[in-house]
C-alpha cells in the first residue's frame, strides 16, 4: 500500500462515514456504494486538501474522482506531480 | 431547438398556448377550487399528442430540449398554474427515462409504445416517510428474486399518483444497500397498489393532487433503470426539474403581472396624459420578471448546448459541483422571486386583486407560487449550497 493511500484511508475513516472499516475496502471499491454522501464527500475533499497542502480544480470537483480510493490516488498524484 | 428565436415558431408552443387559453385558464378556477385533477387539459395534451414533447424524435417523440420545454410548461402556467407543474414533473420523469434507459429494451419499448403511441402519464414517488425531504436517500430497498423484483413505499408527497398510468419510484438498489446507493423503477398502471394515507388540502398547487401513499408494486427486473439514481439525479432529474419549475414559477408570475398591467392600462385609458402612480411599480416588477426569464433561460441553453452531442464529456460536466451549484441558484432564486412579483401584482392591483371573483384576481397565483420554495426546501438547499462552496473556487 502506497504512503498517500494510507493517508487517504484515514482521512476516509475520519470524514467519509462508510459503513465499513476503510482498511478493508480495496482500492477500487466504490466509496459511494460503501455509504459515502455527496455531503460527507465535501468533509473529505477539504480534508485531503489539508492533508496534502493541495487544491482540487473546480473540474476536478465531480463524483467520478472521489469514487474509490485509487481514483482519490491519480487525483493527487496529478496535482503534486514535479513536487 | 436551442435559441429564443427559434423558439417563437415553435408548434408545439403554440399548440400548447392555445390549450393554456382556451382550456387550462378556463377550468382552472375551477381545480383549484375543488382541489381535483386538471383533466380537461391533459386530454387536450394528450389529444394533441404533446405529453411525449420530451421523447426523443428516435422514439417518436419530438425530441424538444430543454429551453423549448421550458417555454411550453411556462405557457401553460400561465393558464393554470397546477397543470403547468403536472406537465413538468411529467416531462423529468420521461427525460430520466429517454436518457438513462437507451441501453434497456425495456425502456425503449415504453417511450415509443407507451409516452408516444398512447401518450401516457407519469407520476414521481422520490418522497419518503424517514428520509426527511432528502431525495438522495431512500429508507426502502428493492427486493430482487431472479428476473424478478419487488418494492414498498411509505410516500408523503405523490402528486397525480392517482390520475398517472406509471411511477417511477426511487428506492435503494440491494437490501443491504447505503441509504444513498439509489436506483429508479418503473411501475405500469396494473403492476401496483397505491393506497391513500392522507388528503392535499394545500394553500397551492391544488390542482397537482398531492396526498401521501403507500405504495406497493412488483414486477420484471428490467424495470430497473440502467446505472444509479445518483447519475440520473445529476445528470437529469435535477437539472430538468430546477429549470422546468423556475420556468413555470415565471409563467405563474408572468401571468399575475400580466393582470396588473391590464389593470394598469385600464386606469390610463381613463385619463391619458398622466402616467398612474402604480405604473412606476410595475415598472420595477417588469425588472425582476426580466431577470427572472433570462435566469432559466441562460441555464436551458447552456443545458441544450451541452447535450447536443450527448457525450460522455457533456455528462461529466452535469456531474460537477459547479452545474451542481448553478441549479440550486436557480431553483432558490426563482422559487423566491415568484412570490414577490406576486406580492407586488397584489400591491398594484389592490383589492380587485385580491378578490378571488375578480377578473384581476392573483390569489391563485400568489398561493401556488408559495410552494416553491418548500417543493425541494431552499433550506435544504442551501446548506448543500454551503457545504459545496468549501471547495469549489469559481475559477
Ligand atoms: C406541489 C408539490 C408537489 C410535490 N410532488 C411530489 C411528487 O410528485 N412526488 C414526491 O415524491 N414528492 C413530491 N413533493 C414533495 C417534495 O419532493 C419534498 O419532499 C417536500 O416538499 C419536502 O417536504 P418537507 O418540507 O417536509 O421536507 P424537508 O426538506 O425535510 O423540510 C422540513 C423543514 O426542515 C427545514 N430544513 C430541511 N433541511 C434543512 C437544512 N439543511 N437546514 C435548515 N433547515 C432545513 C426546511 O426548511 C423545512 O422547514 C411535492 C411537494 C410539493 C410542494
Known amino acids: 500500500m502506497s504512503e498517500n493511500a494510507a493517508k487517504i484511508r484515514t482521512v476516509l475513516k475520519e470524514h467519509a462515514r462508510l459503513n465499513r472499516d476503510a482498511d478493508t475496502l480495496s482500492d477500487d471499491s466504490d466509496l459511494y456504494q460503501a455509504g459515502m454522501t455527496s455531503h460527507a464527500s465535501v468533509n473529505v475533499m477539504l480534508a485531503l486538501e489539508g492533508e496534502f497542502d493541495i487544491e482540487f480544480p473546480d473540474h476536478m470537483l465531480k463524483r467520478s474522482v472521489f469514487e474509490s480510493v485509487g481514483a482519490i490516488v491519480s487525483a493527487i498524484d496529478e496535482l503534486t506531480e514535479g513536487r | ?395
Open chain 2, 1 to 395: 431547438m436551442t435559441t429564443r428565436s427559434a423558439i417563437k415558431t415553435s408548434t408545439l408552443l403554440a399548440q400548447t398556448a392555445a390549450i393554456a387559453s382556451d382550456v387550462a385558464a378556463r377550468h382552472a378556477a375551477d381545480v383549484d377550487s375543488k382541489s381535483r385533477f386538471p383533466q380537461e387539459t391533459f386530454d387536450a395534451l394528450r389529444q394533441a399528442r404533446l405529453l411525449s414533447a420530451a421523447v426523443p424524435a428516435a422514439y417518436g417523440g419530438v425530441g424538444a430540449g430543454m429551453l423549448e420545454l421550458g417555454a411550453q410548461c411556462a405557457a401553460l402556467a400561465q393558464g393554470c398554474g397546477s397543470s403547468g407543474m403536472v406537465l413538468a414533473m411529467h416531462h423529468i420523469q420521461v427525460a430520466c427515462m429517454a436518457r438513462h434507459g437507451r441501453d434497456s429494451a425495456f425502456f425503449e419499448r415504453y417511450l415509443r409504445e407507451n409516452l408516444v403511441e398512447r401518450q401516457e402519464l407519469v407520476a414521481s414517488i422520490t418522497s419518503e416517510n424517514g428520509t426527511f425531504g432528502d431525495t438522495r436517500s431512500s429508507v426502502c430497498a428493492i427486493a430482487i428474486d431472479k428476473d424478478r423484483m419487488s418494492l414498498e413505499k411509505d410516500a408523503t408527497t405523490v402528486s397525480y399518483g392517482a390520475h398517472a398510468d406509471a411511477q417511477l419510484v426511487t428506492c435503494r438498489r440491494t437490501a443491504d444497500a447505503a441509504a444513498s446507493d439509489q436506483v429508479l423503477v418503473l411501475f405500469e398502471k396494473g403492476s401496483y397498489t397505491l393506497a391513500q394515507t392522507g388528503t392535499w388540502d394545500t394553500l397551492g398547487m391544488r390542482g397537482t393532487c398531492s396526498p401521501g401513499a403507500k405504495f406497493a408494486g412488483n414486477g420484471a427486473a428490467g424495470q430497473i433503470l440502467p446505472g444509479s439514481f445518483a447519475d440520473s439525479s445529476a445528470q437529469t432529474m435535477v437539472p430538468y426539474s430546477h429549470i422546468l419549475w423556475s420556468a413555470l414559477w415565471s409563467g405563474i408570475a408572468a401571468d399575475a403581472i400580466g393582470r396588473a398591467a391590464a389593470f394598469v392600462r385600464a386606469g390610463a385609458r381613463k385619463n391619458p396624459g398622466s402616467v398612474p402612480p402604480n405604473a412606476i411599480r410595475l415598472a420595477r416588477a417588469h425588472v425582476e420578471l426580466q431577470a427572472m426569464r433570462n435566469n432559466w433561460e441562460a441555464c436551458a441553453i447552456e443545458f441544450d448546448e451541452m447535450t447536443a452531442s450527448d457525450d460522455q464529456a457533456a455528462r461529466e460536466t452535469l456531474g460537477t459541483m459547479g452545474w451542481a451549484l448553478k441549479m440550486n441558484q436557480l431553483k432558490m432564486a426563482c422559487s423566491e422571486v415568484a412570490p414577490r412579483l406576486c406580492h407586488e401584482a397584489l400591491q398594484i392591483i389592490g383589492i380587485m386583486g385580491y378578490k378571488n371573483d375578480s377578473p384581476f384576481s392573483v390569489g391563485r397565483h400568489y398561493r401556488d407560487v408559495l410552494s416553491a420554495a418548500l417543493m425541494v426546501s431552499n433550506e435544504r438547499i442551501a446548506a448543500k449550497s454551503a457545504s459545496m462552496l468549501l471547495v469549489f473556487k469559481d475559477d
